[in-house]
């Protein structure tokens, strides 16, 4: 059974369309996240949620709105797609909702969205 | 804030050679953990090692060990007896006793050579 699971793995769509990445983790896991890797493979924090909670909201455009129905679920939905928005998007959960330095994050298989 | 340094872009090595990754860190939090994930070419982030900042051992798992300088803010990663398929990416990354997110470093990418 796959951990952190993602999909779709890959989606490729028009400028100017909204679209969904669904994630759901069957570890058991209370933190999801959503990172975003760019054309230059760096990783970055995009939101993160704790028992369905928003914790971590980092700067990014309001045209990206995640949502977390269940501590299992963590959807991330695009409004009004862009060029620059094509990137690889990781799911990823850890254990605790307390912040502790040793909780491992996992990782999904990723999205890779392509904007055209 | 954390800030993660990996400052070989690209490296080659000989398989059944042991190879190392650098990693340099800077934080001001007492109480960390330090990661290692490997991403293929099939692009999935795989966990390798951890190394907590209180840990009085080095890290091992198999073939990886990490090996961890606390004073010089150092967590390189060893990988022994490489193998074709450790050609990939390596992600160092950390956390903070605070913190919620890792913060990763650029990334090395490691091609073995049969």
């Known amino acids: 059974d796959t951990a952190v699971s993602q999909t779709p793995k890959y989606l490729v769509t028009q400028m100017g369309n909204d679209k969904s990445i669904k994630c759901e983790q069957n570890l058991g896991h209370d933190t999801m996240y959503w990172y975003k890797q760019d054309s230059k493979k760096f990783l970055k924090i995009m939101f993160s949620y704790n028992n369905k909670e928003l914790i971590i909201n980092e700067t990014v455009p309001n045209r990206f709105s995640p949502k977390s129905p269940d501590k299992a679920h963590l959807n991330l939905h695009i409004n009004s797609l862009e060029l620059g928005d094509s990137a690889v998007y990781f799911c990823?959960?850890?254990?605790?909702?307390?912040?502790?330095?040793?909780?491992?994050?996992?990782f999904g298989e990723g999205s890779w969205l392509t904007v055209v | 804030a954390q800030k993660i340094t990996q400052t070989q872009p690209g490296m080659f090595v000989q398989e059944k050679e042991a190879v190392t990754l650098d990693c340099t860190y800077d934080t001001s939090d007492p109480s960390y953990g330090l990661f290692w994930y490997k991403q293929p070419s099939s692009g999935e982030m795989i966990f390798l090692i951890y190394q907590g900042s209180y840990d009085q051992q080095n890290a091992t798992e198999g073939r990886y060990s990490l090996n961890f300088q606390k004073a010089r803010k150092s967590a390189n990663l060893v990988i022994s007896a490489s193998q074709l398929g450790d050609s990939a990416m390596y992600f160092c990354?950390?956390?903070?006793?605070?913190?919620?997110?890792?913060?990763f470093g650029a990334g090395t990418t490691v091609t073995v050579r049969a």
């Open positions: 990823a959960s850890s254990q605790r909702g307390q912040a502790f330095s040793g909780n491992t994050i996992y």
């Open positions: 990354a950390m956390r903070g006793s605070n913190d919620y997110k890792l913060s």
